[in-house]
C-alpha cells in the first residue's frame, strides 16, 4: 500500500510542476500592445510606429511634408503637387532655378541685366540710370561703376563738369562710355579708340551706342567685348 500512495504522491506533483510551468510560459508569450503614434497635420496626417519627426525641412533644404517614406510614391498620398522621398523624408523637390538668358539682354557696369537702350540722362523711368547704353536699376553704387566699371571724377553739376565730360549717368568721366586709354597724342589714338576731350575714349563701330558694358570680357545680346569696356 506504501508504494501505491507513494506512487500516486509522485504523479501529482509532477502533474502540478507541468501545469505551473505551462502557466508560466503563457504569461512570457503574452504580447504587449503596440504604441502608435499620430502624426503631421490634418488632412495630412499618418500612423507611425515611431516618435514623430520634429525638423522643419529634409537633408535637400525642402519643406518637410510630416510624412515618413521609403518610396517617393509614397508622398504622393499627402500631397497633390510634386513630391519626393530623401532619406525617409516626404517633401517638395529643390528646383534650381535657372539664370535668365543672355541672348537678349546687355550687362550693366554692376552685373545687372537690362534690355532697354538708352543714350540720355532722361530715357530711363524713375529707379533707374542710364549706365553705359543701358537702363539700369539705380543701386546707390553707380559712381563707382559709371566709367565703363569704373569710379566717376565726380559729380555733374547741372549737366556740366570741371574735368571730363558728364555722362548720361550724371557722373564726370573721361569719356562719354567706357574707359579711358589715356591722353590723345597730337589727336591720334589707338585702334577702336577717338579723341575726345582730350582723351581717347571707345566706341562702338559707326559711332553707336554700346549695348552694356563687358563682365568678365563676355557681353551680352550677342554683342562683342571691345576694347575702353563696352559691348558692340
Given at each position: 500500500m506504501l508504494p501505491l500512495i507513494l506512487i500516486c504522491v509522485s504523479t501529482y506533483l509532477t502533474l502540478s510542476s507541468a501545469a505551473t510551468t505551462f502557466m508560466d510560459d503563457r504569461a512570457l508569450i503574452r504580447h504587449k500592445r503596440q504604441a502608435y503614434y499620430v502624426c503631421g497635420t490634418y488632412p495630412?496626417?499618418?500612423?507611425?510606429?515611431?516618435?514623430?519627426?520634429?525638423?522643419?525641412?529634409?537633408?535637400?533644404?525642402?519643406?518637410?511634408?510630416?510624412?515618413?517614406?521609403?518610396?517617393?510614391?509614397?508622398c504622393?498620398?499627402?500631397?497633390?503637387?510634386?513630391?519626393?522621398?530623401?532619406?525617409?523624408?516626404?517633401?517638395?523637390?529643390?528646383?534650381?532655378?535657372?539664370?535668365?538668358?543672355?541672348?537678349?539682354?546687355?550687362?550693366?557696369?554692376?552685373?545687372?541685366?537690362?534690355?532697354?537702350?538708352?543714350?540720355?540722362?532722361?530715357?530711363?523711368?524713375?529707379?533707374?540710370?542710364?549706365?553705359?547704353?543701358?537702363?539700369?536699376?539705380?543701386i546707390g553704387n553707380e559712381r563707382n561703376v559709371a566709367c565703363g566699371g569704373l569710379a566717376a571724377l565726380a559729380s555733374c553739376n547741372s549737366g556740366t563738369c570741371t574735368t571730363g565730360v558728364c555722362t548720361a549717368s550724371n557722373y564726370c568721366c573721361k569719356c562719354l562710355v567706357g574707359r579711358s586709354s589715356g591722353r590723345c597724342s597730337n589727336g591720334i589714338c589707338p585702334a577702336g579708340f577717338a579723341c575726345n576731350n582730350g582723351f581717347c575714349c571707345p566706341q562702338c563701330p559707326n559711332n553707336v551706342m554700346p549695348f552694356g558694358a563687358c563682365r568678365n570680357g563676355i557681353c551680352g545680346g550677342g554683342k562683342t567685348c571691345r576694347t575702353g569696356n563696352i559691348c558692340c
Amino acid at each position: 500500500m506504501l508504494p501505491l500512495i507513494l506512487i500516486c504522491v509522485s504523479t501529482y506533483l509532477t502533474l502540478s510542476s507541468a501545469a505551473t510551468t505551462f502557466m508560466d510560459d503563457r504569461a512570457l508569450i503574452r504580447h504587449k500592445r503596440q504604441a502608435y503614434y499620430v502624426c503631421g497635420t490634418y488632412p495630412n496626417q499618418y500612423q507611425s510606429t515611431t516618435p514623430c519627426p520634429t525638423q522643419t525641412t529634409c537633408p535637400n533644404g525642402g519643406r518637410f511634408l510630416y510624412v515618413g517614406c521609403r518610396f517617393s510614391a509614397q508622398c504622393t498620398l499627402y500631397y497633390s503637387g510634386m513630391s519626393t522621398c530623401i532619406n525617409g523624408c516626404c517633401t517638395v523637390p529643390t528646383i534650381p532655378t535657372m539664370p535668365p538668358s543672355t541672348d537678349r539682354f546687355g550687362f550693366c557696369p554692376s552685373g545687372q541685366l537690362s534690355e532697354v537702350r538708352c543714350s540720355g540722362r532722361y530715357q530711363c523711368q524713375a529707379g533707374q540710370t542710364c549706365m553705359t547704353g543701358l537702363c539700369c536699376t539705380t543701386i546707390g553704387n553707380e559712381r563707382n561703376v559709371a566709367c565703363g566699371g569704373l569710379a566717376a571724377l565726380a559729380s555733374c553739376n547741372s549737366g556740366t563738369c570741371t574735368t571730363g565730360v558728364c555722362t548720361a549717368s550724371n557722373y564726370c568721366c573721361k569719356c562719354l562710355v567706357g574707359r579711358s586709354s589715356g591722353r590723345c597724342s597730337n589727336g591720334i589714338c589707338p585702334a577702336g579708340f577717338a579723341c575726345n576731350n582730350g582723351f581717347c575714349c571707345p566706341q562702338c563701330p559707326n559711332n553707336v551706342m554700346p549695348f552694356g558694358a563687358c563682365r568678365n570680357g563676355i557681353c551680352g545680346g550677342g554683342k562683342t567685348c571691345r576694347t575702353g569696356n563696352i559691348c558692340c
